[in-house]
Nanobody, 124 residues
Framework: QVQLVESGGGLVQAGGSLRLSCAGS????????LGWFRQAQGNEREFVAA????????IYADSVKGRFAISRPNAKGTVYLQMNFLRPEDTAIYSC?????????????????WGNGTLVIVSS
């Protein structure tokens, strides 16, 4: 069993930055790829970024490339999403997820664990 708990959401002005954290627990946490998703009000959930279990490979949605960075300093610890140059359209509930591979996360099929999410609001 893997449990994921997000934190770091809040209200920020456009152009600002936030860093989200996802703390994982469970003996097999370090063997999973981890990713971030977001869901804005009235929209479907969308993929944001993912990082491999080793922390070596990352992939991003085109909408956040160059602005967001996912990291995993310690495979047994927390995964981060550094969000810079935030835009009002980045406003959403951001959720952490775990799966067998970053490709699985990107495809959004086969995700095995989800966190409850943290709200990010970007004001214009």
């Amino acid at each position: 069993q893997v449990q994921l708990v997000e934190s770091g959401g809040g209200l920020v002005q456009a152009g600002g930055s936030l860093r989200l954290s996802c703390a994982g627990s469970g003996r097999i946490f370090s063997s999973y790829a981890l990713g971030w998703f977001r869901q804005a009000q009235g929209n479907e959930r969308e993929f944001v970024a993912a990082i491999s279990w080793s922390g070596v490979y990352m992939i991003y949605a085109d909408s956040v490339k160059g602005r967001f960075a996912i990291s995993r300093p310690n495979a047994k610890g927390t995964v981060y999403l550094q969000m810079n140059f935030l835009r009002p359209e980045d406003t959403a509930i951001y959720s952490c997820a775990a799966a067998q591979s970053i490709e699985t996360l990107q495809g959004m099929h086969g995700v095995e664990y989800w966190g409850n999410g943290t709200l990010v609001i970007v004001s214009s």
